[in-house]
C-alpha cells in the first residue's frame, strides 16, 4: 500500500530469502498522466500517497539491516510535462527550452521521424507533440512526457544531481530507465548511440567518487 507498509513486510521478505528489493516508480507524477510513475514532475519527491522522502530513506535503511539492497527506477530519458523546467519551458524560458527538443516547425521533427521508430505506435503514434502554442516538443514515449536534451550539459549536470540526491537517500542500486534513448540525433534512429555510451560511464565516474557503493543497472531495450 504504502513505504511503511513495505517496511512492516520486511520480516517476511527475509524469511523468503529475499536480498535485493525493486521498488517500481514512485517519485511524483500526476494523477491520470504517470505512465506508471515513469512522467516524473518532482526527482526529489514521492508520491504522497505512498508516503514521503523520509519513508523511503528509513526503508532503505530498515532492508540494509536484514541484508538487501533496495532499487529505485531513476527516468533519465524525459520529465513529465508538469516539471518545473517543462512548465517554464511551456511559458517561454529559452533556458528551459533547450533542455528539451522545441522546434517552431514540423520541418526537423519529420527529418527524425523518418529514421526514428515509434516507440508506442498505436497508444502514442508519432514522437513529437504540437502545443497549445503552436510549438513543437519532442515525446517519444507519450505526450505528457517530454525528451530531455542531453546535448546541453545543463541537463546532464542537473539530472545527475538529481540520480545523487537519491543515492544520499540510500538508495542502493539505480536502475537507469530508457537510457539507450538519451542521445538524438538526426538522420539516426536515436537508439543506443556512442554518445550514450560516453555519457552512461560519466554518471558512473560520478557515483565512484560520491557514493562508490551504489550500482547503477542500465536498461537494456535494443
Known amino acids: 500500500g504504502n513505504l511503511k507498509g513495505v517496511a512492516e513486510k520486511l520480516p517476511y521478505l527475509q524469511e523468503c530469502g529475499v536480498n535485493y528489493l525493486h521498488l517500481m516508480p514512485l517519485l511524483e507524477s500526476p494523477m491520470g498522466r504517470s505512465d506508471g510513475g515513469y512522467a516524473v514532475s518532482d526527482f526529489r519527491m514521492v508520491q504522497p500517497a505512498l508516503g514521503s522522502m523520509e519513508d523511503l530513506e528509513a526503508l532503505a535503511d530498515a532492508c540494509r539491516g536484514k541484508g538487501m539492497s533496495l532499487c529505485l527506477d531513476f527516468v533519465m530519458n524525459h520529465t513529465s510535462e508538469d516539471h518545473q523546467w ?50 513543437i516538443v519532442m515525446t517519444s514515449f507519450y505526450p505528457y512526457q517530454w525528451d530531455l536534451n542531453y546535448a546541453n550539459p545543463v541537463v546532464f549536470n542537473d539530472m545527475t544531481e538529481n540520480l545523487l540526491y537519491l543515492a544520499n537517500r540510500g538508495i542502493d542500486v539505480i536502475r537507469l530507465d530508457a537510457i539507450p534513448y538519451i542521445w538524438k540525433q538526426l538522420g539516426t ?15 558512473r565516474i560520478a557515483c565512484e567518487i560520491v557514493c562508490p557503493g551504489v550500482l547503477l543497472l542500465g536498461e537494456v531495450v535494443m
Not at 534512429?189 to 554518471?203: D, E, G, I, K, S
Request: include cysteine; charge should be neutral.
Open 189 to 203: 534512429n536515436c537508439r543506443n548511440l556512442p554518445q550514450v555510451h560516453t555519457l552512461a560511464p560519466m554518471l
Open 86 to 135: 517543462a512548465k517554464q519551458a511551456r511559458a517561454g524560458d529559452p533556458e528551459c527550452r533547450r533542455r528539451y527538443f522545441f522546434y517552431d516547425s514540423w520541418e526537423i521533427p519529420r527529418q527524425f521521424e523518418a529514421t526514428v521508430p515509434q516507440v508506442f505506435p498505436t497508444t502514442a503514434p508519432g514522437s513529437f507533440t504540437q502545443l497549445e502554442d503552436g510549438q
